[in-house]
């Protein structure tokens, strides 16, 4: 049985087909009562619009494709859910799907979004490489990049301050009276490991802490896995650092889960970790004195703001790059303490 069309629609109904079609759009040229008798006689034949044939006409499909790196990772979700919640009353609805840290995969997931026509992209890059997102067939599709920018890809992106959280992080341990501070991070192809690495090394000598490279980790991906496994190399060194600042959410949990397999209640006792990302379990891990809190709200915000706007066909500041500044914050009931965040004494946090 074939399915009902907008002419028997419009034959039930008793009007033109050019009016079902503007009761379909939301005309408000249709009279209330013949609004309701169309819509009648389509909830009567089961008539359902065909969207794909809709968008091979007017050549928009009110999609937006995603691409995360990782779907575990809460961040990015967190980041996803807030842009969902702003294109959404705009009528635009999301495909999510993961590159699992791969640029093949990646590529492969780009083209799939081209050749289902979404009207804009949204990126957190899997790696450095970048020529993929140069194919001319993007050229008519809004590209935003979140987190994560690759050079000499010039398209909008929204990141938070690396080098500030970071700063703040090692300040953070230094006042509670760590010297000795490990690192633990990922691949340096990645934008977010590379800035977060330079900016442990930058903060610890300006604090004149000694940097020991032995327990600089930063390689593979910035996953619970690599979080394991970094910290089990550091932790069967016999005089490995009391502190470690974690680069990203998944490797901090990864490293809390590691160490609480492998030490004793004294060895954990003496092990305190500072991490980038603060998410609704972080209070959970209670190794960790100080997160960085990415403003996950305001970064959808801002990426939703850019979409919507090159969609409309505004292109005046593009490309437009957006710096938010994290919030800082002292997990006391596991034993961080408050630190002056400034230049003043009186400058105090205390989350």
Same mark, same amino acid.
């Given at each position: 049985m074939s399915s009902p069309t907008i002419k028997d629609v419009a034959k039930s109904a008793n009007v033109s087909i050019a009016t079902v079609s503007r009761v379909l759009n939301h005309s408000e040229t249709v009279h209330k009562h013949t609004q309701?008798?169309?819509?009648?006689?389509?909830?009567?034949?089961?008539?359902?619009? #065909?969207?794909?044939?809709?968008?091979?006409?007017?050549?928009?499909?009110? &999609?937006?494709?995603?691409?995360? *790196?990782?779907?575990?990772?809460?961040?990015?979700?967190?980041?996803?859910?807030?842009?969902?919640?702003?294109?959404?009353?705009?009528?635009?609805?999301?495909?999510? $799907?993961?590159? #699992?840290?791969?640029? /093949?995969?990646?590529?492969?997931?780009?083209?799939?979004?081209?050749?289902?026509?979404?009207?804009?992209?949204?990126?957190?890059?899997?790696?450095?490489?970048? @020529?993929?997102?140069? &194919?001319?067939?993007?050229?008519?599709?809004?590209?935003?990049?979140?987190?994560?920018?690759?050079?000499?890809?010039?398209?909008?992106?929204?990141? $938070?301050?690396?080098? =500030?959280?970071?700063?703040?992080?090692?300040?953070?341990?230094?006042? +509670?009276?760590? %010297?000795?501070?490990?690192?633990?991070?990922?691949?340096?192809?990645?934008?977010?490991?590379?800035?977060?690495?330079?900016?442990?090394?930058?903060?610890?000598?300006?604090?004149?802490?000694?940097? +020991?490279?032995?327990?600089?980790?930063? @390689?593979?991906?910035? &996953?619970? $896995?690599?979080?394991?496994?970094?910290?089990? @190399?550091?932790?069967?060194?016999?005089?490995? *650092?009391?502190?470690?600042?974690?680069?990203?959410?998944?490797?901090?949990?990864?490293? &809390?889960?590691?160490?609480? +397999?492998?030490?004793?209640?004294?060895?954990?006792?003496?092990?305190?970790?500072?991490?980038?990302? =603060?998410?609704? =379990?972080?209070?959970?891990?209670?190794?960790?004195?100080?997160?960085?809190? @990415?403003?996950?709200? %305001?970064?959808? /915000? +801002?990426?939703? $703001?850019?979409?919507? %706007?090159?969609?409309?066909?505004?292109?005046?500041?593009?490309?437009?790059?957006?710096?938010?500044?994290?919030?800082?914050?002292?997990?006391?009931?596991?034993?961080?303490?408050?630190?002056?965040?400034?230049?003043?004494?009186?400058?105090?946090?205390?989350?």
């Amino acid at each position: 049985m074939s399915s009902p069309t907008i002419k028997d629609v419009a034959k039930s109904a008793n009007v033109s087909i050019a009016t079902v079609s503007r009761v379909l759009n939301h005309s408000e040229t249709v009279h209330k009562h013949t609004q309701e008798r169309v819509l009648e006689a389509m909830d009567l034949l089961g008539y359902n619009r #065909n969207e794909v044939a809709r968008s091979l006409k007017f050549r928009h499909t009110k &999609t937006i494709g995603i691409i995360a *790196p990782e779907l575990s990772n809460i961040f990015f979700m967190e980041v996803v859910e807030a842009i969902e919640r702003c294109v959404g009353p705009f009528g635009y609805s999301l495909l999510i $799907t993961s590159s #699992n840290d791969s640029i /093949e995969e990646e590529k492969r997931k780009l083209q799939i979004f081209i050749e289902r026509n979404v009207d804009g992209i949204v990126v957190m890059p899997a790696g450095a490489e970048g @020529q993929h997102f140069l &194919t001319k067939a993007l050229d008519k599709i809004p590209l935003v990049m979140v987190d994560r920018c690759i050079e000499g890809i010039n398209v909008d992106f929204v990141e $938070t301050d690396s080098r =500030y959280g970071v700063h703040q992080m090692i300040k953070a341990l230094s006042h +509670e009276g760590y %010297k000795r501070i490990g690192y633990i991070g990922g691949d340096l192809s990645i934008h977010t490991a590379h800035e977060r690495l330079f900016a442990y090394l930058e903060a610890m000598e300006e604090l004149g802490l000694k940097v +020991e490279n032995r327990f600089v980790y930063h @390689q593979g991906s910035m &996953t619970q $896995t690599s979080g394991r496994s970094l910290i089990r @190399q550091a932790l069967l060194e016999v005089d490995y *650092p009391e502190a470690f600042f974690i680069a990203n959410d998944s490797l901090h949990l990864g490293a &809390t889960i590691q160490a609480l +397999e492998m030490l004793s209640s004294s060895q954990l006792d003496q092990l305190v970790f500072a991490s980038f990302d =603060y998410l609704s =379990y972080a209070p959970l891990l209670k190794l960790c004195h100080y997160a960085v809190a @990415q403003p996950c709200d %305001k970064i959808g /915000e +801002e990426v939703s $703001t850019l979409l919507l %706007k090159r969609l409309s066909g505004n292109w005046e500041d593009y490309p437009k790059h957006v710096m938010l500044k994290p919030e800082i914050k002292v997990l006391r009931a596991n034993g961080g303490i408050p630190y002056p965040l400034g230049n003043s004494k009186s400058d105090m946090l205390s989350s």
